[in-house]
Each structure stands twice: as C-alpha cells, then as structure tokens.
C-alpha cells in the first residue's frame, strides 16, 4: 500500500502502538487524545500489567504471546532500563488440578508446546512460596517465562519513539465524531469543532469507544473493576524468588496480582463481573470491595490481612462479548478501522498490536487477525473470561 493519512484517536496502547508502527511504515499519521498524554485515566496507565502466555486450552493467545514475548525482549532490550520483569508467574489452584480446569489445560498445552513450567505440591508450595496458605491453594505451577509490565511507562516509551519518528502527537485533543461523505469516513471532528481530514480514521480509544461510536454498543461495553494498592512491611518476603507474579483460582476467583515493589507496594485486582458504566462516569469502586479483599487476603496470603491500604481505582475495560479483540474495518464505513475491545487482556500484547493493526488497515494478511475480525454477536460456546 502506498503511504496513507492515518488518524489514531485514543493514545492507550492500542492507538500508540498502531501509531508508532504505521508512521515506520512510512505512512502520515495523527495521534489525538484528550490528554495529558499517558491519559491517567486510561486503562493502559497503570503500574503494572500481567504478561502470561497461559490461557488455559486457548492455544491462539499462548501462540500470540510466544510472540509477543520474542518482541518484548528486544524492545527492552532497546530501551536501556528495563520495562518488563519476567519474574515467573505462579498459577495456583483451589484442588486438585484436573482436565478441564485453567491450570491443568495451561500446564498441559505449555509443556506441549515445549515450555518448561515447574509443577508444585502443596509441600512445595510451602517451601518456596510461603507467603501462601496452600489449604486454600494446594497445587499449582510455575511458569518461569511470564511476569509484568510497567504499563504507563511502556506506553510513554511507544508515543515518545513515535514522535522521534515523527507520529504527531496532538494532546488536548479529543474526538467528537466522525467527518463523512456519504458512507466514507474521510476524517473526525473534534469536541472544538475542528475538522480533520486523513485516508484512514482508527478509534482505539478503549472503554470510551462505544460511547464515541454508539453503533458498536452491541458489540462492546465498557466494564470497571477494581484494583488495590497495599503496603507490605517485610517487602523482601514478596518479592522474588519469594514471590512472584501470581493468580489464584483465576477461572474461578479472579484474584491476581504482583510482587511487591521496592517501595512496599503490593498491588493485587480482582477480575470478576464488574461494574458496567459509561468510561466518563464516577470511578468509584463499591463500598464493600475493601472488605472483600481483605478476606481474600486472611484466608490465602495470611500475613497481609491487616497491610494498609495506599489507594484504589476502578480500572475500565473495554469488554467486546467474546472477549476477544476488535481491530477490523468497519464493514458499512469505509475509511474506518476500530482498534479496541481489550476485555481485560488486551496489555500484554503490546508488541504484537500495532503490526496487527497496520496490517488491517493495510488490507495484509496477518496470522493472528482473524480472531479479531468484525464478527456478529452470536451464541459464546464457552463462558467468556480471559482474565487480565
Ligand atoms: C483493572 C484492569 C487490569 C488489567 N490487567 C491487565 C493485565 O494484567 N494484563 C493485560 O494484558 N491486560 C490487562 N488489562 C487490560 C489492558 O489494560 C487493556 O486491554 C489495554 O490497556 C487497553 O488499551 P486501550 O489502548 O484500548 O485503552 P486505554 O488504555 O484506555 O486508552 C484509550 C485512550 O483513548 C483516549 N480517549 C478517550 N476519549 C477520547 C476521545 N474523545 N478522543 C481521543 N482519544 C480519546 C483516552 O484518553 C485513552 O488515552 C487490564 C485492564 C484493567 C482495567
């Protein structure tokens, strides 16, 4: 394709991947984002964000994210302090671990794969980790290729090489809608009134898309779940090889979190229903969510039960009703691309989003494309859950 105009609304990492890789590609492009840039509100701002290639029997995401992890190195590689830490990450299980269940498909489908992950008893369980109480977790794996992200910082690094490459970066700026002549979508018109023109318009403006573009409420929702920061005393205890990145029950629960930070916090979230609301409205978590967390805390990791608590936030996914991604065409408004619907998971893909992207918009084929395709709302097989 020769070089085309790109308009990305929504500078999370959706929008500054595709961004950053579309202007490699030699094509003009425009990052618009009410700002300040990384918006604090966005879902990709954080201090953190699971990477794990376990997804239980889901081959696709664990492929993605062998993927992913080959690229993830070589841009921390590049950006001279590290922004991922592969500390491992300890699946737990509530019983024994059975086919069918989260942990035992992971395990199997990993070591099929040819991935090394180290399967615990309780006993050794205990010895290793023994800021858990395995009478709540008796078994469990280790997959020592996993581990986290810090989530703002990445995205400050994609739209700061952005801009080197000459991305231009317009903060304060929000989209209002789309400008049109007759069904082409030829640029947006910003909440100032601006008009601006470009060959491709993408939104990948996270939660707050179906609110931007109310035709694709059928399709995605934004969802806020809630997400605690503890301070631990004895950080050395929860920090590796101690402790490590983690989930709990995940299918089941949706407890997960992170080793502590030098600084003593512990941030831990909990993946569960959630709170469906506009991405505009109060982010407010519900009153007895404290409350629910500390008992999670006294009945599995026993020596938090009475950490105190720094902050907490409701954190909005864009949650698409299979779960998966939705980076396509809009199929009735040519010009336009959707590049969104993360449904909780979407983070630890990062390197892998913006050369998906390009490729649609580019119309090239591209391996994983297709599982996030344009697709009508139709009977899920399976409960939809893919756990942060
Ligand atoms: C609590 C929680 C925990 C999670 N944990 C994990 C995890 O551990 N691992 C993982 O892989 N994933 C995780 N995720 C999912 C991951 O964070 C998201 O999939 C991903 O960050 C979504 O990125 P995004 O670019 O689509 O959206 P966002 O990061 O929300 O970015 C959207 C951007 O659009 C901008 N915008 C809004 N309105 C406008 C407008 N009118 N015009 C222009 N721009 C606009 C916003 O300012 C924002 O910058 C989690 C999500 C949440 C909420």
Redesign the pocket.
Known sequence: MSSSSVIV????????SAALELRKRGHEVVL????P???I??????I?????MDYGADQFYMELMEAAFERWDAWNGSWGVPLIHRTGMLMLAAGPMVPGGFEHDSLKLLQKRGHRPEHFSAELLTERFPAWNVQEYPEGYLNPLDG?AE?GEV?ARLISQGKTLGVEVRGG????STLDEGARVVGVRT?EGVELKADYVIV??????PG?LPHLEQFMWAVG???FHFRVDDVEAYQPPNFVTWAADISNSGW?GFPALDDGTFKI?N?GRGKRQP?DAPRTVEADAEGKFRAFFRSALPGLADAPMISN?L????DTWDGDFWIDHDPDRPGLVI???????????APMLGPIIADVVEGKSNRFAHRFRWRVRGELKTEYARY?
């Open positions: 609304v929504g500078a999370g990492v959706f929008g500054s618009l984002d009410p700002g840039i990384p918006h509100l966005a879902s990709s701002t954080d953190s964000k699971v990477l794990r986290w989530s995205v700026v929000a989209f209002a909440t990948a403006a996270g939660s707050w898309t931007l779940q809630p997400v997960y979230a993946h991405a936030r954190c909005m996914y864009c590049a969104t619907g993360g449904s909780g998971h979407g983070f630890k893909f942060s």
